[in-house]
C-alpha cells in the first residue's frame, strides 16, 4: 500500500488546522456541565469532523464503551463522513455497529490501536466494505486506566496513515477520552448528588413520622415503607427484641400481599438471618441467598414466598442496647448494593430514636405516676430501675447528703460496691440532684457501665444518656422534696392538731384542777379537824395518828403531782433558749441515786434553740429518770450534743440493759408499760410525754438500740434563726 507524501507547507497548515480544532474540542470539554451529554455529544462531532480534515478522504465514527458491562452504547454514536463519501443503504448491514469478533473488540482487548493493513486477519466492516474502505485505523479511548470509548477511520484510498496523520489522530483520541470520561465523572456527581438529595429528603420525612406518629407501631410501618421505596425491596420487616432478651418479636411488616410473617416469634439463638445479625450486631448484605452459608440459614417470611436476596441491619441504640434488627428481602439476585446498605442504615438509626423516645415517655410516665402514689424511697428504687433500663448500665445508684455534707447511697439497682460515691470511675456517668434555685444539690444520680469485656469501652459522655439521666434526676428531686413537703406538712398538720388537742385539754384541765383542789383540799383541813377534835384518842392510838398523817400526805402530794403534770397540757410559750441550761434544771430537781453518774459535755457551745424551757427541762428530767430507773441507780448517763444547718442534735446515752428493736415504736405509747421490780410502770409513761412534748416543741426524738448494750435518745430541735 502506497504512502501519501505531504509538502511542508500542506503540513504546516494542516498543524495549525489541528490546532484550532483542538483549541475548540477543549472549550468545548471545558463547557461540558452536569447532567448534560449534549456537550460532551458536540465534543465528539468535533473530533470526528476534525479527523476527516487531517485524514483526508476517510469517514470517522466514535462510539462510547462502558467498561463495566462490555457493551457498546449505540445511542453514543456521532460519525463524519468526506466530501463524495456518504454511505449508501446497504440491505445486509443497517449500521456499522461493531461486531463481536471485530476490529472494535480486537482494540478494547489490546488496549493499543490496531491498523488493516498490519494484520491480514482484519476484513473491514461490511458497512463500509460495500462503499469502498482500503484501510481502517481504530484507536482505543482510554484514561485513568478504564477504556471509554473506540475511535473508528475508514481511509477510502488505497495508502497508509502518515506519521503525521497518526500523532494528530492521537491527540484527538486523547481528547475524545477526556470528554467521555469528564461528561461521565460530571454526570455521576449529577446522580450522587441527586440521590443524596433523595436520601435527605427520605430521612427529613423520617424525621418528620417520628415527631408526627404518636404510636410506635405506626412510626416503624412508615420508616419500612420508607425503605421499601428506597431500596425497590419487596418485603421488609421489623422485629424487636423481647424483654426476655431471648426473642425477635414481628412489630411491623410491609410489602406486596403480605400481611404478616410464618413467624411472628424468632429466637434470638435460633437458625436465621435476622438472628444472626441480631447476635453479631453488624449489616449483612446477601446478593444470592441460595449459596452458603445463608442457604443453611435462611428462613422465608412465608412459605409462599421465593426471596433470592436479602439486607438486614441490627438496631443498636447509642448506650449499646439490641433493640432488633430491620429486614429487607427482594425476589431478584443482587438486588441491593452498599448504598442501600447505608440508606437501611440511616434509616434504622431513626427507628432506634422512635423506640428510645417511647421507652423514655414511658417510664417518665410511669414515674409520674409514682410520684403521686408512692412514698420517696419505693419512687427512688423505681428511678434506678428505670435508668439501668434505660441506659442498658449495670448498676444505677442514687446518693443523697446527709446533715454532715457526706453523699449516702439510699437506693440501688445491681451492685454497687460502695456505699460512699466515687467520683473517679471512667465507665461511670453522674448527675447532680439540682433543685433548680441555684442551692446545693440534693445528691447525685449515677449509672455504672458494664465491662465489655476487652472491647473499647463504652463512652459516659453520650448526649443521650446524659439527657436521660437528667431527666429522671429531675424526678429524683421531685420525689426527695415531695417526701420533704409532704413530711413538713404531715408535722405542720400534726402540731396543729396537738396543739387544739392540748388547748382543749388545758380548759378541761383547768377545770379538772379547780374541782380537785375543791374535793382533794378539803381532805387536809378535815384532817386537821380530826385531830384538834380527837387529840386524847389520837394520843393513845398510834395507829389511827400515822394513818391519818399518812392521808394528809398523800393528799398533798396527789395536789403537786396533778398540778405539775396538768400545768404541760397548757399551751407552750415558745422562746430562744440554750440546751444547757434546760439540762442543769433538769439535773437539779431530781434527787439522783449516789451510784449514778450524768456526764454532760459540749452543750455550753451549742446554739440556741427555739423551745419552752420548762417542757424541756421536763423531757430531760423523764429521761434521766427512766435511765436511772432501769439501770436500778448504777450506771453511767452521758448527754452529748452536736449542731446541724438547721437543726441541733442532743443525745442521752446510758449504758443498761438497752430496748429491744420491736419496741422501739411502742414504748412511746401511753398505754405502754414495761414493769419491772422497782418502779412498774414508769418508762411508758414518762416516755409518751416525751414524745408528745417533743411534738409539741416542733422537734422530734428517737430511740437506738440493740437490746443489749444501753439505748441512745436523740432529740432534735430547730435552731433558733439568730442564735447568740
Known amino acids: 500500500m502506497e504512502t501519501n507524501p505531504i509538502s511542508p507547507e500542506i503540513n504546516e497548515t494542516k498543524l495549525l488546522e489541528v490546532l484550532a480544532s483542538l483549541n475548540q474540542i477543549s472549550d468545548a470539554i471545558n463547557h461540558i456541565g452536569p447532567g448534560d451529554m449534549n456537550n460532551s455529544g458536540i465534543s465528539l462531532q468535533l473530533i470526528v469532523e476534525s479527523a476527516i480534515r487531517v485524514v483526508p478522504g476517510s469517514s470517522a465514527v466514535i462510539y462510547i464503551y462502558d467498561q463495566s458491562t462490555g457493551r457498546f452504547e449505540a445511542e453514543s454514536r456521532v460519525s463524519a463522513h468526506a466530501e463524495g463519501h456518504a454511505l449508501p443503504a446497504n440491505p445486509v448491514y443497517t449500521d456499522d455497529a461493531p461486531r463481536p469478533n471485530g476490529i472494535g473488540v480486537r482494540t478494547i482487548q489490546r488496549r493499543r490501536r490496531t491498523l488493516s493493513y498490519e494484520e491480514h486477519d482484519i476484513e473491514a466492516h461490511p458497512y463500509y466494505a460495500a462503499s469502498g474502505v482500503n484501510a481502517v485505523g481504530c484507536f482505543p479511548l482510554i484514561v485513568a486506566e478504564q477504556t471509554v470509548g473506540i475511535l473508528y477511520i475508514y481511509l477510502y484510498e488505497k495508502r497508509e496513515f502518515t506519521k503525521i496523520e497518526q500523532l494528530m489522530l492521537d491527540n484527538f483520541v486523547n481528547q475524545a477520552a477526556m470528554a467521555i470520561y469528564h461528561a461521565r465523572r460530571l454526570m455521576g456527581v449529577h446522580r450522587d448528588l441527586a440521590r443524596k438529595e433523595d436520601e435527605l429528603s427520605r430521612l427529613h420525612r423520617a424525621g418528620l413520622i417520628i415527631s408526627s406518629r404518636l404510636r410506635l407501631k405506626e412510626t416503624l410501618e412508615s420508616i419500612l415503607q420508607l425503605a421499601l421505596e428506597v431500596t425497590n425491596a419487596r418485603y421488609g420487616i421489623f422485629r424487636l427484641l423481647d424483654k426476655s432478651g431471648e426473642f425477635l418479636i414481628t412489630s411491623a411488616v410491609g410489602g406486596s400481599h403480605m400481611d404478616k410473617p410464618l413467624i411472628d416469634k424468632m429466637p434470638l439463638n435460633g437458625n436465621s438471618v435476622m438472628a444472626h445479625v441480631a447476635r453479631t450486631r453488624q449489616p449483612v448484605l446477601i446478593p444470592d441467598l441460595r449459596v452458603e452459608p445463608w442457604l443453611q440459614i435462611y428462613y422465608p417470611l412465608d412459605s409462599g414466598l421465593k426471596m433470592l436476596s436479602e439486607l438486614a441491619v441490627p438496631l443498636v441504640n447509642s448506650s449499646g442496647r439490641l433493640e432488633g434488627v430491620l429486614n429487607l428481602e427482594s425476589p431478584h439476585v443482587g438486588a441491593f448494593s452498599e448504598d442501600d446498605s447505608h440508606m437501611l442504615q440511616s434509616l434504622s438509626a431513626y427507628a432506634i430514636t422512635a423506640i428510645q423516645e417511647v ?117 429524683a428531686v421531685l420525689a426527695v422534696q415531695n417526701e420533704s413537703h409532704q413530711q413538713a406538712l404531715r408535722t405542720s398538720q400534726e402540731q396543729h392538731w396537738t396543739a387544739e388537742t392540748f388547748a382543749a ?83 437539779r430537781s431530781l434527787q439522783i441515786s449516789p451510784t449514778l453518774f450524768v456526764d454532760v459535755d459540749g452543750l455550753d457551745a451549742l446554739p440556741m434553740v427555739v423551745a419552752g424551757g420548762p417542757s424541756l427541762a421536763f423531757v430531760f428530767k423523764n429521761l434521766i429518770e427512766n435511765a436511772d430507773a432501769v439501770m436500778n441507780g448504777n450506771g453511767v448517763i452521758n448527754i452529748r450534743g452536736q449542731a446541724g444547718d438547721k437543726w441541733v442534735e442532743i443525745s442521752v446515752i446510758d449504758n443498761g440493759p438497752g430496748i429491744p428493736p420491736g419496741l422501739h415504736n411502742q414504748i412511746f405509747e401511753l398505754n405502754f408499760s414495761a414493769r419491772t421490780g422497782a418502779q412498774p410502770g414508769k418508762l411508758g409513761f414518762g416516755l409518751w410525754w416525751v414524745k408528745t412534748l417533743m411534738t409539741r416543741l416542733g422537734g422530734s426524738v428517737m430511740v437506738e438500740s440493740d437490746g443489749q448494750h444501753g439505748a441512745t435518745f436523740i432529740l432534735r430541735l430547730p435552731r433558733a434563726e439568730n442564735s447568740s
Open 505 to 587: 385539754v388545758g380548759d378541761i384541765s383547768a377545770n379538772l384542777l379547780h374541782n380537785m383542789n375543791n374535793k382533794v383540799g378539803i381532805i387536809p383541813v378535815r384532817v386537821q379537824g380530826i385531830q384538834d377534835k380527837y387529840r386524847q384518842v389520837l394520843e393513845n392510838d398510834s395507829y389511827l395518828t400515822k394513818s391519818l398523817n399518812e392521808i394528809e400526805r398523800s393528799a398533798m402530794e396527789a395536789m403537786q403531782i396533778v398540778q405539775e403534770n396538768l400545768s404541760h397540757l397548757r399551751p407552750i410559750r415558745m422562746e430562744k433558749i440554750r440546751i444547757a441550761v434546760c439540762v442543769s434544771d433538769a439535773i
Open 359 to 475: 421507652r423514655l415517655l414511658d417510664a417518665l410516665q410511669g414515674a409520674a405516676q409514682l410520684l403521686i402514689s408512692q412514698p420517696s424511697s419505693k419512687v427512688l428504687d423505681q428511678l434506678c430501675v428505670m435508668a439501668s433500663d434505660l441506659l442498658n448500665s449495670s448498676a444505677s445508684a442514687i446518693w443523697l447528703d446527709d446533715e454532715q455534707g457526706q453523699l449516702q447511697l439510699v437506693s440501688s439497682n445491681g451492685e454497687i460496691q460502695n456505699k460512699v460515691l466515687k467520683m473517679n470511675l471512667p465507665n461511670m456517668l453522674t448527675l447532680p440532684l439540682m433543685t433548680g434555685d441555684n442551692a446545693k444539690a440534693l445528691g447525685m444520680f449515677g449509672v455504672v457501665y458494664p465491662d465489655m469485656g476487652g472491647r473499647e469501652a463504652r463512652s459516659a459522655n453520650s448526649e443521650w444518656d446524659k439527657k436521660v439521666l437528667a431527666c429522671l434526676a429531675n424526678y
